[in-house]
C-alpha cells in the first residue's frame, strides 16, 4: 500500500499543508490544503485539526518552522570533516545570537565544498519556540518525522529544477507579517538568507491588498544583492507565499529591483507554491 506523506507549515495565522502518496518508486502529490485561524480562535490548533479532516490522518508527518522563528547564517569553514563541524557549528553560531546556544537546537547541512573548506547552512531555533511547534502537531495527534526550515524546503525545490531553468533566483516567501528571502546562485546553491519583519498586508476579501508596501521588502532585497553582487550575477526573482496573489506586488517587486520576474509554474511546481 501507498504511504500517505502530509508536509505542514505554519506561517503567521493560518495552516498549511501538502498531501502526497508514495509508492515503491514514486511520490504522487494527491493535493494542497489551507485553513486560516478564525478570528475566535487564540492559536492554530483548530485550524490543524480541520485540515487533518480533509487530509485524513497521514502515515508520515513533515513539519516546517516559520523563517521568523529560525536565525539563519551561511559558513564557511576551512575542513570538510564532519566531526568537526559537529564541534564547530553551534559555537561559529552563537556569536550570531542573544542568547545562549544551550536554550537552542542547532541544525546543519553542507551545500558546497572547495577544496578544504565547506560552506554550510546552519540554523539555530530556540528550545521554546520548537517545543511549542511540536506541541501544536501534538494536539492533533502528529509526531513529525522531519522539522525543517519553509523557505529552504521551497529553494531546495526549485533548485531541482535548475536544469530546465538555469541561472540564479532570489527567493522571496512573502506572508502577512514577515518575507523570507533566500539567494540561489547559477548551480542551485544558498548563498544568502534573510527574514525581514514585512509582508502582504490581508485584504478584506480574503486575498492580498494591491496597496501593500513593498519598500521594506525592496530595501532588504537590495541590500542582499549588492552584498552578494561578486558571487551571484542577474538573479531572475521567484515570489511565493501569500504574496504570489498579489499582481500588484509582483509588479512592484519586479521593477524596484529592475530583475525578470518568474513564475512558480515554469518550475513545474505551481500548485505548491503560487499562492497555494
Known sequence: MPQ??????????????????RTWNAIHLTGVFEEQRLP??????????????????????VSALPGSKVLKRLLELPFNDNRRLNQVVPFALEEHVPFAVDDSVVAFAPVG???????????????????????????AGLD???VTLSELATANLLASHQASMPG???????????????????????????????????????????????????????????AHSSEVQDPDVVVVGSGAESAALRREIAEGLAVPMRDAQEFGAASMLNGQ
Open 4 to 21: 500517505r506523506i502530509l508536509a505542514l507549515e505554519t506561517p503567521g495565522d493560518r495552516v498549511r499543508g501538502a498531501l502526497a502518496e
Open 40 to 61: 475566535d480562535e487564540t492559536g492554530l490548533s483548530q485550524a490543524l485539526k480541520r485540515l487533518l479532516e480533509r487530509t485524513g490522518i497521514p502515515d508520515i508527518v
Open 113 to 139: 565544498r572547495d577544496g578544504g573548506n565547506t560552506l554550510v547552512i546552519a540554523a539555530m531555533a530556540r528550545k521554546s519556540d520548537l517545543r511549542a511547534h511540536l506541541e501544536l502537531l501534538a494536539e
Open 144 to 146: 513529525p518525522k522531519i
Open 168 to 226: 540564479a533566483h532570489l527567493l522571496l516567501a512573502i506572508e502577512s507579517a514577515n518575507t523570507s528571502m533566500v539567494l540561489m546562485d547559477s548551480e542551485g546553491r544558498p548563498r544568502a538568507l534573510r527574514n525581514v519583519n514585512a509582508g502582504a498586508v490581508p485584504a478584506t476579501d480574503g486575498g492580498v491588498s494591491a496597496a501593500t508596501d513593498a519598500g521594506p521588502i525592496l530595501g532588504a532585497a537590495r541590500q542582499t544583492l549588492l
